[in-house]
């Protein structure tokens, strides 16, 4: 995933506040320890003489004394352990302790970035997402099916809204359970206020806290971000917005249709979906049109792969913000 360079360097900011601390960790057990057990100090001391001596030896290629070294360092390095041990500490007690071992908190093993370099990043774009206080309030454990009604019925499908939410529910946890497998697309469409945005919110609640990435967009900031940069001639941010948004886990594209809808629109609109269908990766679109109008202001090659690849889920009823503010739920 590419960053702008202030994100980059933020995040490497962090990797050196990271390495300075378990420095500065290391020195205050090592000060304990010395005051503690004497004989380490001076284990410490010889080891940094003879990893010296080691280094020395190595480029005038005297391979006894490598060998003699080698032998001497482990020595110390065991009778330290053991002394440690002995005192009730753990053995590792004088290693540094790094928050990632595997990159010892550099970001980077052998030149490539480390797994936890892309979860920093990930972070750092759910931070600018916006979301995360929406989604403490918005995911599963708060959605209420009390709004939906199990009284009326819908004239098309002969369910009640509560069928719909009930059948749209179902389908989410499936597109949760079988995210990794099935990079599967949802499609959720129905009239303002059925609980569209507030269900796509449940699913990147649990997705993000699975550990996937997560990007959410309404449309009108997305298509407006990508003019915004393309038409500044703003080169770097705008292939960085599109790199991420090809790339995330997820794209949640929140009300399409909001957006002015003109041939820009369009052309990006394919090119990210078409981008994330060959890349294997799940997109949410989420829109107040009906099918048929969406396939009137769609191109037929959006709307197509929309047909072909997205599983559809339509949501029923009256206005939930409405409901609320009338007090209660008017099952
Ligand atoms: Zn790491």
């Known amino acids: 995933m590419a960053l702008q360079n202030t994100q980059f360097n933020a995040i490497m900011r962090e990797y050196d506040r990271k ?54 360092i482990s020595e110390l390095s065991l009778e ?20 990632c ?21 990930i972070a750092l774009l759910y931070d600018q997402s916006n979301i995360q206080e929406i989604l403490e309030k918005e995911n599963f454990q708060t959605f209420s099916f009390d709004y939906y009604s ?9 369910k009640t809204p509560l069928e719909h939410a009930q059948m749209a529910v179902r389908k989410s946890m499936e597109f949760i359970d079988h995210f990794q497998d099935l990079d599967g697309n949802l499609f959720i469409y129905g009239d303002t206020g059925v609980g569209k945005t507030f269900l796509s919110h449940c699913i990147a609640y649990d997705l993000i806290h699975k550990g996937y990435s997560v990007l959410y967009f309404s449309a009108y900031e997305l298509f407006q971000l990508l003019a915004d940069q393309t038409f500044s001639r703003d080169d770097e941010n705008a292939s960085y917005t599109m790199d991420s948004v090809c790339e995330a886990d997820l794209l949640i594209i929140d009300d399409l249709g909001t957006e002015l809808t003109n041939t820009f629109v369009k052309t990006q609109l394919f090119s990210i979906l078409n981008e994330r269908l060959i890349k294997k990766r799940s997109t949410i679109i989420s829109t107040n049109y009906d099918i048929e109008t969406f396939s009137n202001v769609y191109t037929t090659r959006i709307f ?6 997205f599983t559809l889920l339509n949501l029923i009823g009256q206005d939930i913000r409405v409901q609320k503010t009338l007090g209660g739920s008017n099952k």
Do not use: W
């Not at 205050?28 to 080691?54: D, F, H, L, W």
């Not at 030896?57 to 004394?65: P, R």
């Not at 009730?88 to 540094?96: H, I, R, T």
């Not at 908190?105 to 990043?121: H, L, P, Q, T, W």
């Open 150 to 158: 199990d009284k009326i019925k819908d004239e098309v499908t002969g």
């Open 19 to 72: 390495q300075l601390h378990s420095q500065h960790q290391l020195e205050k057990r090592t000060e304990e320890i010395y005051g503690k057990i004497p004989r380490i100090e001076e284990i410490n001391q010889r080891m940094v003489s003879a990893s010296a001596s080691k280094a020395r030896a190595l480029l005038k290629g005297e391979s006894n004394d490598i060998r003699d070294l080698r032998e001497e």
């Open 101 to 121: 071992p595997l990159c010892k908190d550099s970001g980077y093993i052998n030149g490539e970035k480390c797994s936890c370099f892309k979860k920093a990043a």
């Open 80 to 99: 330290k352990r053991t002394l440690l041990s002995i005192h009730g500490y753990p053995e590792n007690y004088l290693d540094p302790q790094y928050e």
């Open 304 to 309: 197509s792969r929309i047909m072909q690849r």
